[in-house]
């Protein structure tokens, strides 16, 4: 069983840091995608970044790129979500997630979720 349990989450101001962490078991890195996905009132619900089991590759949302670095410990089975220069719109539950698709159907369609962790930047 597929267990993922975030943490680090917290309130920070509009241009501070938060890194996020997830621990997962029951799951392993080579087969499956990992990724990081927000949810926000109003608004739907979007992937911040992945990394894909093919090739390693990882991909951030362009809404994140160059302030968010996602990174993965195999040998702890942890991914962590490094974000610096946070903004209000950065406000959000984010959940670590898992799905075993590939070429085009990575990082799509997670089917395992952890309960995520809440982010909020305050202006």
């Known amino acids: 069983e597929v267990q993922l349990v975030e943490s680090g989450g917290g309130l920070v101001q509009a241009g501070g840091s938060l890194r996020l962490s997830c621990a997962a078991s029951?799951?392993?890195?080579?087969?499956?995608?990992i990724g990081w996905w927000r949810e926000a009132p109003g608004k739907e619900r979007e992937r911040v970044s992945c990394?894909?089991?093919?090739?390693?590759?990882?991909s951030y949302a362009d809404s994140v790129k160059g302030r968010f670095t996602m990174s993965m410990n195999s040998a702890k089975n942890t991914v962590s979500l490094q974000m610096s220069s946070l903004k209000p719109e950065d406000t959000g539950h984010y959940y670590c997630?898992?799905?075993?698709?590939?070429?085009?159907?990575?990082?799509?369609?997670?089917?395992?979720w952890g309960l995520g962790t809440q982010v909020a930047v305050s202006s």
């Open positions: 029951g799951f392993t890195f080579d087969d499956n995608n």
């Open positions: 990394i894909r089991s093919e090739d390693g590759s990882t």
């Open positions: 997630a898992t799905d075993p698709g590939i070429g085009a159907d990575a990082c799509v369609d997670p089917n395992n």
